[in-house]
């Protein structure tokens, strides 16, 4: 706790009482099989526990730097290589692989579309793929062989089942390069909610301290045990999770896709410590039927922040599982985690604020136009700086110098504010912010309201096109029971019992599900879609009595 800081402006210094590791990902694995060779590094978490495989450290470095050999024997270091797989232990033994040899990972999501897929490779000039054969029933061979006519830099397709080949490589003893810690080790590229996606470089350095420092914060111990559900091709899994794990020498349990019965069992019966998990994961395992029949005493903390988690969540969370909730707050292009509540925190902290910055980063929150730190507990734009950010977009100039300005601050985007003890709270994004008749609005209040109500189980908040307003607040709710919806004006009332009349919303929604990402974010401009396409129709408008523009 820095009980100590007492800040005036919404600014604060970056801790640097706490080292950082000076080594590269294939420096860290090696310290690890050296001093915990026998350690289990890697289970694979699948449903039958006969069917588990386990690697050591010992064995999974052994296989990692043979495989790296044998991709030497076919790329130059530092160049790209993508990989497009589901999460098994060869997606693992690969992303090391290609850190071993030099080499620069780019992680495609499997559910990719041909003109999806085709872009990115496209827009990393790939050198290389390897793929797997197939991901929940999709045929991802076909994809490959679909696009690899029109991308003349792609030289080679390898499919990841076929990964015994690349592990006799041509030249056995060939030394491996000496890959520093500044070197990029992916590209990982952004979901192109705002035009198309941006390869963020991400570094050894960046990767590997992000990650230690959310596991030493949240007192992950030496040894322990991290469960993923996480997508690998995203910086949660890969990144926060896994090397989170690896930095502790710890053990990483990795299941292929979510399934919270499963999750309860490898709980049990692998006694795992950590996860990182979005809230609608929380909330299946909460509400699974079988779940007090499973010994979960082993869980000591949970990780989210992937998308809005509401105070409910958190107290029910802690309460049915008796474990600890972090959260988290960070970025892509910031080499993941910026921020994290501690465990010692308040359960207020915990449940209204993302924490505190993590160690060695710097950052003030501005007045989005004229760059002016803002006073504390003012709502203003995230910067960020320190060893943690990104590089630049891998060959986007122009957005690199947008975001990551000369002076090495990083603009996130987010809309947040800070405490004098320097806790951040987040209100959303400067692209959702709401703009109603001339009030600057923040769709996670709202939803942090409207979640509370007993009879939602999930809201997106938007703004919507006015003629008078310029947007108008519009609420898009999934009901606990759709067979018997609330009225409209009973939501309307709570919302103005909590928030002033410009903040309640006006158009009423209802849906089954939601458009989601693959981390389990709404996505809210595929919800505007459906609202402009008439895919989803509104159930009422209940306009607020007129208020005056404020400034």
Not at 200 to 208: F, N, S
Request: charged share 20%; net charge negative; proline share 7%.
């Amino acid at each position: 706790m820095a009980d100590s800081v007492a800040l005036a402006t919404s600014y604060v210094a970056a801790d640097t009482t706490q080292d950082l590791l000076e080594c590269s990902l294939g420096d860290l694995m090696r310290r690890n099989a050296l001093e915990v060779p026998d350690r289990i590094a890697l289970v694979e978490g699948v449903a039958d526990p006969a069917r588990r495989r386990r690697w050591t450290y010992r064995e999974l470095v052994d296989v990692s730097e043979r495989a790296a050999r044998g991709l030497l024997d076919i790329f130059v270091t530092g160049e790209r290589v993508a990989l497009l797989a589901p999460d098994t232990p060869e997606w693992v033994i690969l992303q090391h692989a290609v850190g071993f040899a030099g080499l620069i990972l780019v992680p495609i999501n499997p559910a990719y579309t041909a003109r999806e897929l085709e872009f990115v490779l496209q827009a990393s000039q790939a050198a290389g793929i390897v793929f797997a054969a197939s991901s929940r029933g999709k045929d991802l061979r076909a994809l490959v062989e679909q696009v690899r006519p029109r991308l003349p830099t792609l030289r080679c397709a390898i499919e990841l089942e076929k990964i015994d080949s690349l592990l006799v490589p041509s030249r056995p003893g060939r030394p491996l390069p000496d890959v520093p810690a500044s070197q990029t080790l992916q590209l990982q590229y952004t979901s192109g909610t705002t035009g198309s996606p941006k390869g963020a470089c991400l570094h050894h350095h960046g990767v590997i301290n992000t990650s230690r420092n959310v596991a030493l914060r949240a007192n992950f111990p030496d040894g322990g045990v991290w469960l993923n559900a996480m997508p690998m091709f995203h910086i949660a899994g890969d990144v926060v999770a896994e090397i989170g794990a690896y930095s502790r020498r710890g053990t990483f349990v990795l299941m292929q896709e979510f399934n919270p019965g499963l999750m309860l069992e490898l709980i049990q019966t692998e006694r795992c410590m950590a996860t990182l998990i979005v809230p609608t994961m929380i909330l299946a395992l909460l509400d699974h039927p079988d779940r007090q029949a499973y010994d979960c005493s082993s869980l000591r903390t949970i990780f989210s922040g992937a998308a809005n988690v509401p105070a409910a969540l958190v107290r029910r969370a802690q309460e049915a599982l008796g474990c600890q909730f972090c959260i988290i707050f960070g970025q892509t292009e910031s080499n993941g985690p910026i921020t994290l509540t501690s465990p010692d925190d308040s359960v207020e902290d915990q449940t209204s604020t993302v924490g505190r910055p993590l160690p060695h980063i710097e950052v003030k929150i501005v007045e989005p136009v004229s760059e002016v730190i803002v006073p504390i507990d003012k709502v203003g734009e995230i910067w960020v700086r320190g060893y943690q950010t990104m590089t630049g977009y891998f060959g986007q100039a122009e957005a690199s110098a947008a975001t990551l300005r000369a002076d090495a601050w990083l603009r996130t985007g987010d809309l947040g504010s800070m405490d004098s003890r320097a806790y951040l709270k987040i209100t959303g994004r400067l692209k959702d912010m709401i703009i109603r008749g001339g009030m600057n609005l923040y769709p996670k209040e709202i939803e942090d309201v409207l979640f509370d109500h007993p009879e939602v189980s999930q809201v997106a908040v938007l703004g919507l096109p006015d003629d008078k307003w310029g947007e108008v607040v519009a609420a898009v709710i999934l009901l606990k029971n759709t067979k018997q919806p609330p009225a409209i004006q009973s939501l309307h009332a709570y919302c103005r019992q909590n928030l002033s009349p410009q903040k309640t919303p006006e158009v009423w929604f209802f849906v089954e599900h939601y458009p989601m990402t693959s981390t389990g974010k709404i996505q809210k401009s595929e919800l505007a879609a459906w609202i402009a396409d008439k895919k989803i129709a509104p159930i009422a408008w209940v306009r607020p009595r007129p208020q005056p523009a404020q400034t």
